[in-house]
Antibody, heavy 115, light 113 residues
Framework: QVHLQQWGAGLLKPSETLSLTCTFS????????WSWIRQPPGKGLEWIGE???????SYNPSLKSRITISVDTSKKYLSLKLSSVTAADTAVYYC?????????WGQGTLVTVSS | DIVMTQSPDSLAVSLGERATINCKSS????????????LGWYQQKPGQPPKLLIY???TREFGVPDRFSGSGSGTDFTLTISSLQAEDVAVYYC?????????FGQGTKLEIK
């Protein structure tokens, strides 16, 4: 069974760049899409974007100008960078496999943006 | 972009009773080419990531109790819990994977009456 583990900095200042990494075990990176999804405290879920093992990406237009999603297939690493963060980017960030529904999910990383 | 709207926002049901959550998409999520609805349902408990319950609108994920069922087609969908158990208290989300950007409903909070 595929298992996702994620990590990254949990406290950022406005204008900094959010950086998160997700790795998976017990599965293959190829053939599926690998997504990032976020959830502001007490609110709903927002799809951020995804990448295929080939490196092709698809981003949510609402965040597209600030997002970079990359993959290192040899290390089975998935990465998210979100630039110029503000308080509105405070959320729990999840990585997830999409095939085409989202399953499994990482455990989530709370990222707080505060001065 | 496809907008997903759930109703109600919150729901209180007695133990053993039926719970029904509705989800409506702003455009169809049904693919004629394979006769499938690109719609999933998730359950989220506090401090946990969402858990997939239903995919293709009506197929239960492995290990999900059979009291959970999904129905509907096109733009209107329903998640039904036939006999509410205490462990079903959670927030439930529908989600379309028909087209990018993939979108979720706003969530329905299910509580015990």
């Amino acid at each position: 069974q595929v298992h996702l583990q994620q990590w990254g900095a949990g406290l950022l200042k406005p204008s900094e760049t959010l950086s998160l990494t997700c790795t998976f075990s017990n599965g293959s990176f190829s053939g599926d899409y690998w997504s990032w999804i976020r959830q502001p405290p007490g609110k709903g879920l927002e799809w951020i974007g995804e990448i295929k093992h080939s490196g092709s990406t698809s981003y949510n237009p609402s965040l597209k100008s600030r997002i970079t999603i990359s993959v290192d297939t040899s290390k089975k690493y998935l990465s998210l960078k979100l630039s110029s963060v503000t308080a509105a980017d405070t959320a729990v960030y999840y990585c997830a496999r999409r095939w085409p529904w989202f399953e499994p999910w990482g455990q989530g990383t709370l990222v707080t943006v505060s001065s | 972009d496809i907008v997903m709207t759930q109703s109600p926002d919150s729901l209180a049901v007695s133990l053993g009773e039926r719970a029904t959550i509705n989800c409506k998409s702003s455009q169809t999520v049904f693919y004629n080419s394979n006769n499938k609805n690109y719609l999933g349902w998730y359950q989220q408990k506090p401090g946990q990531p969402p858990k997939l319950l239903i995919y293709w609108a009506s197929t239960r994920e492995f290990g999900v109790p059979d009291r959970f069922s999904g129905s509907g087609s096109g733009t209107d969908f329903t998640l039904t819990i036939s006999s509410l158990q205490a462990e079903d208290v959670a927030v439930y989300y529908c989600q379309q994977y028909y087209s990018s950007p993939y979108s979720f409903g706003q969530g329905t909070k299910l509580e015990i009456k």
